[in-house]
């Protein structure tokens, strides 16, 4: 068995206080489960063989041809690859029906999946890699080549190109349908996922088979409350775990299908909830806010439910939602640390411009600086527990930051009222949520310093209508280098071609100085008070 996950975590000490005993799902949780198992092996035997699973343009899979694809994957992982319990695999490709085949294989041959966007860079991928010492990869051909520039030293197999030697799958082909999954612990840990922080560095989250399990059993159950002939669509990668959650976990484990889009742009993601009449619809108020412009020519009126994270949901942007559709959206916060939504409400129990209450499973209080509880109606900073939790890969000064007195502190300022709702006031750190998208400031200031232009910058997000925030920089030039709009975009374009395109400054201010402590620390908070 490769130890490397057991290894990294930090030490049980510092863990979140973990909640098992608050519903009757989570108590009844064994100590020894494989989460593909739960959700795509008992599928089957529960009668779903024949039901659809996964719809994509073009393709259509059952509950039998995923479960099958699964298991001929987990054969190559153990009988060609080498892998062994414990062992990560990144995952690189849009969304679609192999992407989460290969998720399932990687689980059901004991190992841990790493999932990544396809906007990342080769930058990024090495420092997600090295981080998690990964040797082997799966990348959609058509992707593969920072894929490939990161790992040297690693095995790289491309899927999607079918007549290729090599691809994987060529080397599934003759393998058998059926697979014996790996007898897992409940606390053996079945994926890392990556999230940019106020570091610059993206940090590792660890999340066990139990916690696959957990966030199915808890949202989607009790808030969402999905049904078996229901059809998921939305437009988060599969990397972030609300996607994850929305497009893949949540209908099976209730028997529905997920529809995958490769690019889940508003007027794609319009479309085909059109298309393929889709029911419950998963993105970020930025792509609510664009398809209310889209309506005119789509006939979207089998969606019921529809579901709003990854950025606070704007009562300007529910209220136009509703007023077009009919629909209430489902506000939520959620963290790549906890994986998926703990605070919600749907229905009757919404209340516009709330994020919600504690979903249940969940418990949430508002502390101030020193940890003591404030009074409803004052501002402090949100600390949930609950099933899920943080637990950083090797990151003890982050584990300590996060985790305090048992309690995960997300970062995030709230407000809540009387009768329980917790209202959004702001991020407590330095990250930008733009369009969905967290970003981290330090980052993109760490990129735009390597261009020979740059003598120092600070980069802050700015508030924008359409998208929540943009990322905006404010840069000091070397001596020798002119402001103009001729540099602006160089360094735009920049960006976009060392880290993820999304992460780009769309505001560039030519500035003299940078405000900055007398020990020389950016005040980047000044610089969002000149935004304000």
């Not at 991928?125 to 790992?151: N, P, S, W, Y």
């Not at 418990?363 to 949930?384: H, M």
């Not at 980069?459 to 280098?481: M, T």
Request: aromatic residues 8%; hydrophobic residues 40%; charged residues 25%.
């Amino acid at each position: 068995m490769d130890r490397f996950c057991r290894e990294s975590l930090p030490p049980r000490e510092l863990w979140p206080v973990m909640r098992y005993d608050t519903l009757p799902e989570l108590a009844a949780y064994p100590e020894r489960m494989n989460c593909a198992t739960e959700l795509l092996d008992r599928a089957v035997e529960r009668g779903w063989g024949d039901r659809t699973a996964l719809i994509a343009p073009g393709a259509r899979w059952t509950y039998r041809d995923l479960l099958e694809t699964a298991n001929r994957i987990a054969h190559v992982l153990v009988e060609d690859l080498g892998l062994v319990p414990g062992g990560r695999v990144l995952l690189r490709g849009p969304n679609n029906p192999m992407l989460v085949a290969c998720w399932f294989a990687v689980l059901k041959a004991g190992g841990v999946v790493v999932c990544t966007m396809p906007l990342l860079r080769t930058r990024e991928l090495v420092f997600t890699a090295e981080k998690a010492r990964i040797g082997l990869a799966f990348t959609d051909t058509r992707f593969a080549a920072d894929c490939e520039a990161a790992m040297p030293a690693g095995r790289v197999v491309h899927y999607g190109a079918p007549e290729t030697a090599g691809s994987l799958e060529q080397l599934m082909a003759g393998k058998p349908a059926a697979f014996a999954n790996v007898d897992t612990a409940a606390e053996d840990t079945a994926l890392i996922a990556f999230t940019s922080g106020t570091t610059g560095q993206g940090k590792g989250t660890m999340h066990f088979h139990r916690d696959v399990l957990a966030i199915c059993d808890c949202f989607p159950k009790y808030v969402l409350r999905p049904r078996a002939d229901d059809v998921f669509i939305g437009s988060p990668p599969l990397a972030f775990t609300f996607g994850l959650g929305g497009l893949v976990l949540f209908p099976l484990r209730v028997g529905a299908a997920g529809v995958l889009l490769e690019q889940g742009t508003p007027p794609n993601l319009t479309k085909g909830i059109e298309e393929f009449r889709a029911t419950v619809c998963f993105t970020a108020p930025t792509a609510y806010r664009a398809m209310c412009g889209l309506l005119a020519n789509h006939d979207i009126s089998s969606l019921r439910e529809c579901v709003s994270a990854g950025e606070t949901l704007p009562r300007p942007t529910f209220d136009a939602w509703h007023q077009k559709t009919g629909i209430r959206i489902i506000d939520g916060i959620g963290s790549t640390e906890m994986l998926h939504i703990f605070i919600s409400a749907s229905g009757d129990d919404i209340r516009p411009g709330a994020t919600g209450r504690p979903v249940p499973g969940y418990e949430a209080k508002l502390i101030d600086a020193d940890g003591g509880e404030v009074p409803d109606g004052e501002i402090g900073r949100l600390a949930v527990r609950g099933p899920t939790g943080c637990r950083y890969l090797d990151n003890l000064e982050r584990q300590r930051a996060y985790v305090q007195d048992g309690w995960n502190v997300t970062g995030d300022s709230y407000r809540r009222d009387a009768d329980g709702y917790y209202w959004y006031q702001a991020r407590t750190d330095d990250m930008i949520i733009s369009s969905g998208y967290n970003i981290s400031g330090p980052e993109v200031e760490s990129i735009l310093l390597l261009h020979a232009a740059v003598q120092e910058c600070g980069v802050v997000g700015a508030p924008d209508s359409e998208r929540g925030q943009i990322v905006k920089a404010f840069v000091v030039l070397k001596p020798g280098f002119a402001a103009s709009a001729e540099l602006t975009k160089e360094l735009q374009d920049f960006v976009k071609a060392e880290i993820a395109p999304y992460k780009y400054p769309r505001a560039v201010v030519f500035t003299d100085a940078l405000p900055r402590t007398d020990t020389g620390k950016l005040q980047r908070f000044r610089l969002r008070q000149e935004n304000a």
